[in-house]
Structures are given as structure tokens and as C-alpha cells.
């Protein structure tokens, strides 16, 4: 069922859309939750994908190197050895059961790829081939391993147009350039949730998407930092409306910084440069990581790698003096830069105007990838608190949510084996839960509120930009909340945030049209940077310890007596932020000093 649009603008009444399920999201996770959906209800199942982009320009396009199995096809490997090296990765906060479901399932979804369309590179044999990643290895740890099945250097481009045609070619209906507002849940954060509302890019209005299941699947929130690999649309939309919503968010202190950023600018150069055997070169012109872990070197942990090319730049030794070092690819040669690792290459030479034979490359850390997020089962059901109440009717995948297989630190290729194994899976569980599932209702209050808050923000006529807030929140948290952390700078941090929340009640715009309005969804997207800032800067200002990817100076060492345990941020009515905490699950490996 349908309504007719009534009028133009959020004070007109909400065009209404009727569906099964709905999946916020249209990246890698989403669309396999969406084709998964669609398989199990058949051809009267109505399924819907909303998403604020056209689903091929999703981020998981941007992923580069690969993704992990361990199939074998060049050297030996098991999954075990794979679920050994993902809970070391991590710092032991992984939970161990999750990751084994992870490591388990991976061979078979790469098959399952394989045979919906995947262009995978091939060995002379036919066989997939696959390529070293930071922290794979051999036998729990004796030397790297080829466990990452690639293609070229645009894995995550082939696995979203693979999936997105799948989800064509079932009938799978695609609602895009629709910017998710709030969920519908009528009885409140204990009740089923039973949709979400949307503003319509192209005309302003507001949408009800009306169903029996909501998956997010809404990314990660990047752009809450200055110097980022991260889209700009990246700004953590659907884990801000869980925790608005009363829900918790599970170890947002956990974010990733990636090694290899291009200098200034951010944007990624995979760890498969450093896989086909890359080098990173102080500016003393030193391969300085086999001082920092001696056996995997420039193929250690991200997070490792990022604390090492810090410490290199603290003691003087970056590229004259600056904060950047080298990657040293000239040695590689044409074949592997042009054939195995082309956008890459072209990257370095548009945006440097640099030659990757004979000339060295900038880098640095840039923010990458949130650990944390909405805490779900290992089949995408949401987790209200630590006690592990579901909340009805909702389920997340993909980097928005917490599985809880990266820990403290993800492993390379580890993020697109997760989104397909538990976009898939969530997929499944979600389908089978809509039989006994009640019918949707409305909710007129989320309706009322976010039709309310975007009337004023049209009509306001005085007040702070957006992009002036933004600006000053991404600087504060690479400063604050980045690589290395403090006590005093993370308390800093939170007042910060505090006040620019505060800031943030009164924006202007200069747009006041309805029709793509971005000054009106940049306003928008704030809102969800400033939770997510909120969350992460809390939750690292309590963990006095280092763990993967939180190093505190003032706590240097890891402390598995307190911590080896998740938090749980949570903002009550009264506008606090509550942390509760929950225990790792350990099944098989006990928690070891961490070295490469």
C-alpha cells in the first residue's frame, strides 16, 4: 500500500511505503541482507533498500585488498589458523565464539561469491589467488600467509556490483537518496521496532518506510575525524539514532587508524602495496619496522604499525622532520604496480603527481575504521544492553554494528569477510523472524519530532553554520580521541564536544529550499558526528589502559585484571552517558603478550 504525496516539504504529510523488511543501507552487508531476504520470502516478499547514495557509489567500493579466507590455494592455511591470528589481532577483546562463527564460515562465502559472479584474480592453475595481509600468518604466527583472495585492487567495487545485480535480478526494491532520520518504535525502546523514517533528497518530504524488520547496515562514522579514508558520507547515521533511541553502543573507544594514508589527504593505499612487499622508510631512509616487530614488520598489526611510524616521527626521524614517512614501492615493478595494485598507482601519481617506480610515496595514519558500534548476535539481532535483551524487530550489519570479531584492533580483509558472513547470516535470521513478527504501526511522535526539527532548521535565520562546527569537532577529536590518547586530553576532549553540542541547537543555513538541500542534510549529519563524538570520547576517557587501537600515555601497558571486558555507552532521558560493561567471551585462546 501506498499514500499519494500531499504537498511538498517535512510539513507536508509523510508519503507512506508498505514492505516486509527494510535494509537501511545499500554497501556490501546490506545488499547480501537484502538478497538473502529476498531468497527466503520468495516473490510476494516485499524488501526494500534505502539509501542516501546510488547503491554502487556505497563505500564498500572503496575497499581495495582483499578479502580473507583460508582456502589454501597457494600455500597451506586453516581457519583455525585465521581465527587464532583475528583474536590475537584484536588484543584478546574479541569475542572468541563470533570470531570462530567468522573464520569458519569464510571459505564458504568466498565460494559462494565465486559462483554468484565475482571476478576473482586467478593463479595459472584457475584457482582463486590470494595475497599476504598485516597480521595473517602461518602456524599461529611463524611468517605471513597468502590468505586474501583479491581482485586486482578493486575487491570491494566487484563485490558491490556483484551483489547489487544479484539484488536487481531478484526483484529487491531500491529507494535511494533517502537520508534515514529516526526508527519507528511506537512502544518505545522496549517495543518492536516497525520501520524508519526518511527525508526524501529530491523533494524534502518525509517518508515512512513501514515494516515488520529494520537491518542497518549504515557504515561507519569516519568523518569524525580531520584526516580520514572514509567517504564523506560516512558519518555514523544509523548507530547515532540507536543510541538516541536509549539503545547501547559497544566499544566505540575502538577506532582504527590505518598506516598507510596519503599524506594531507587521507584516502587510502591498501596494505596489499605493503603485502606484495612494500616498504616503509623513515627519513633517515631506515625500514624502521623491524625494530617494532621483528618478524611480520611492515606487516604487523594496523595498529602497531600506526603507533610505530609516531614514535619514528616523536624521536625526529619523519621525512625532514615533518609528520609523514615513505612507502617504498620502486622495487615492486610494473607488473605487480600496474596489473596487481593499478589504482593505487594511479592514485599516487594523480593526486602526488609522483611516478611509484622510482619515486618514494608520502603516508600517514588516517582514521579508517570503527571497531564499535550497535551491538548485535553473531546472526544481526540487536542487543538492547550487557544483559543481551533483543531488541524486536532489529538487526545490524556491517561496520555500524559490534559482533565483536575485531576486538581492539580489525585485521586488513577482515572487514568484507564480516559484512558478507554476517550481512548473509543476518539475512537469514531476519527472514525467518518475520513469520511470527506483528504488523507495522506507525509512530507519530518520531513522525512529529523530526518533522518539528526540520521545519526550524529551514527557517532559522540566525545561528552557526554547520560546516563551522563540523570542522572545529573533526580537529578536536584527531587531536583528542586519535593514535596516542591522554587522560588530560580526552577530558578535554569531552568538554569540547559538550560545548559544541551546545553550539549545535542553533544552526543556520543558507539553503532554504527542500529540493537536495545539503546545507539541510549537513545540518542533519552533525547531529549524528556530535553522538558518535559523544560515545567514543567517554568510553576512551574510562579504559586507563592500552588495547589495540586505544593507547593511552598515561596508561601504557594492557590490563587484562580490569579490562578485558567491553563497555556499553548508553544516554538515559536525563541526557547523561551511563557506561556499563560486559566480559569477553573467551573460548580457546587466553589472553598472551601481543608481539610480531
Same mark, same amino acid.
Given at each position: 500500500m501506498s499514500v499519494p504525496m500531499i504537498g511538498r516539504g517535512p510539513a507536508a504529510a509523510p508519503r507512506v511505503h508498505v514492505l516486509d523488511a527494510v535494509?537501511?543501507?545499500?554497501?556490501?552487508?546490506?545488499?547480501?541482507?537484502?538478497?538473502?531476504?529476498?531468497?527466503?520470502?520468495g516473490t510476494a516478499g516485499r524488501v526494500g533498500v534505502v539509501s542516501k547514495l546510488y547503491p554502487t557509489r556505497s563505500h564498500t567500493g572503496a575497499a581495495q585488498g582483499g578479502v580473507c579466507a583460508a582456502l589454501g590455494n597457494t600455500?597451506?592455511?586453516?581457519?583455525?589458523?585465521?581465527?587464532?591470528?583475528?583474536?590475537?589481532?584484536?588484543?584478546?577483546?574479541?569475542?572468541?565464539?563470533a570470531a570462530e562463527v567468522m573464520c569458519r564460515d569464510a571459505a564458504q562465502t568466498i565460494r559462494d561469491l565465486e559462483h554468484l559472479g565475482l571476478p576473482f584474480d586467478r593463479t595459472p592453475d584457475g584457482l582463486i589467488d590470494q595475497r599476504r595481509f598485516g597480521g595473517h600468518t602461518r602456524n599461529h604466527g611463524e611468517a605471513p600467509v597468502r590468505r586474501s583472495c583479491y581482485s586486482a585492487d578493486r575487491t570491494g567495487h566487484a563485490i558491490l556490483q556483484t551483489l547489487y545485480q544479484q539484488c536487481i535480478r531478484h526483484d529487491v526494491t531500491f529507494f535511494d537518496e533517502y537520508q534515514v532520520l529516526d526508527l519507528l518504535m511506537p512502544d518505545g525502546s522496549g517495543g518492536h521496532v516497525s520501520g524508519v523514517l526518511a527525508l526524501r533528497?529530491?523533494?524534502?518530504?518525509? +517518508?515512512? $518506510?513501514?515494516?515488520?524488520?529494520?537491518?542497518?547496515?549504515t557504515g561507519g562514522f569516519g568523518m569524525v575525524y580531520k584526516v580520514t579514508s572514509n567517504a564523506h558520507t560516512l558519518t555514523g547515521d544509523g548507530v547515532a539514532i540507536a543510541y538516541r533511541r536509549g539503545l547501547a553502543l559497544e566499544d566505540m573507544e575502538f577506532?582504527?587508524?590505518?598506516?598507510?594514508?596519503?599524506?594531507?589527504?587521507?584516502?587510502?593505499?591498501s596494505e596489499a602495496m605493503r603485502g606484495e612487499g612494500g616498504i616503509l622508510r623513515n627519513g633517515d631512509g631506515e625500514r624502521f619496522m623491524e625494530r617494532y616487530a621483528p618478524t611480520m614488520k611492515d606487516l604487523a598489526g594496523r595498529d602497531v604499525v600506526s603507533r610505530s611510524i609516531y614514535q619514528e616521527i616523536a624521536a625526529g626521524r619523519g621525512i625532514n622532520g615533518e609528520d609523514f614517512v615513505h612507502l617504498d614501492v620502486r622495487h615492486l615493478g610494473a607488473e605487480i604496480l600496474d596489473h596487481k595494485l593499478p589504482d593505487m598507482a594511479g592514485f599516487i601519481r +594523480?593526486? $602526488?603527481?609522483?611516478?611509484?617506480?622510482?619515486d618514494l610515496v608520502p603516508v600517514q595514519p588516517t582514521a579508517h575504521y570503527a571497531m564499535g558500534g550497535i551491538p548485535t548476535d553473531v546472526d544481526g539481532r540487536v542487543l538492547a544492553d550487557v544483559d543481551g535483551r533483543v531488541v524486536p524487530g532489529f538487526f545490524a550489519a556491517g561496520e555500524c554494528a559490534c559482533i565483536s570479531v575485531h576486538g581492539a584492533n580489525r585485521l586488513g580483509t577482515n572487514s568484507l569477510l564480516d559484512i558478507l558472513v554476517f550481512g548473509r547470516r543476518a539475512g537469514e535470521a531476519m527472514a525467518d523472524g518475520l513469520r511470527d513478527a506483528p504488523s507495522p504501526g506507525r509512530d507519530p511522535e518520531a513522525e512529529a519530532r523530526s518533522a518539528a526539527r526540520l521545519t526550524e532548521l529551514l527557517r532559522t535565520t540566525d545561528g552557526e553554520r554547520p560546516a563551522t562546527i563540523r570542522a572545529e569537532l573533526r580537529e578536536l577529536m584527531f587531536t583528542a580521541c586519535g593514535v596516542y590518547?591522554?587522560?588530560?586530553?580526552l577530558a578535554a576532549g569531552r568538554a569540547g564536544v559538550a560545548a559544541l553540542r551546545g553550539r549545535a541547537r542553533r544552526l543556520r543555513l543558507d539553503d532554504h529550499g527542500v529540493r537536495y538541500n545539503t546545507d539541510l542534510t549537513d545540518a542533519i549529519e552533525l547531529g549524528f558526528l556530535l553522538?558518535?563524538?559523544?560515545?567514543?570520547?567517554?568510553?576512551?576517557?574510562?579504559?586507563t589502559e592500552t588495547r589495540g587501537a586505544h593507547a593511552r600515555e598515561d596508561f601504557p601497558e594492557r590490563d587484562d585484571a580490569r579490562w578485558m571486558r567491553h563497555t556499553f555507552a548508553t544516554r538515559p532521558s536525563d541526557g547523561t552517558v551511563a557506561l556499563t560493561y560486559k566480559p569477553v567471551t573467551v573460548t580457546e585462546y587466553q589472553p598472551a603478550p601481543r608481539v610480531y
Open positions: 535494509v537501511v543501507g545499500a554497501g556490501g552487508a546490506g545488499l547480501y541482507a537484502a538478497l538473502e531476504l529476498k531468497r527466503r520470502l600455500e597451506e592455511d586453516h581457519w583455525e589458523w585465521h581465527w587464532w591470528d583475528t583474536v590475537k589481532g584484536g588484543d584478546y577483546l574479541v569475542d572468541q565464539d533528497l529530491a523533494s524534502g518530504e518525509l +517518508t515512512v $518506510f513501514l515494516a515488520r524488520g529494520v537491518l542497518f547496515a577506532y582504527q587508524f590505518h598506516p598507510t594514508g596519503m599524506y594531507r589527504l587521507g584516502f587510502l593505499l +594523480t593526486y $602526488f603527481g609522483l611516478e611509484p617506480l622510482t590518547r591522554s587522560g588530560a586530553g553522538d558518535c563524538a559523544e560515545a567514543m570520547i567517554i568510553s576512551a576517557e574510562a579504559r
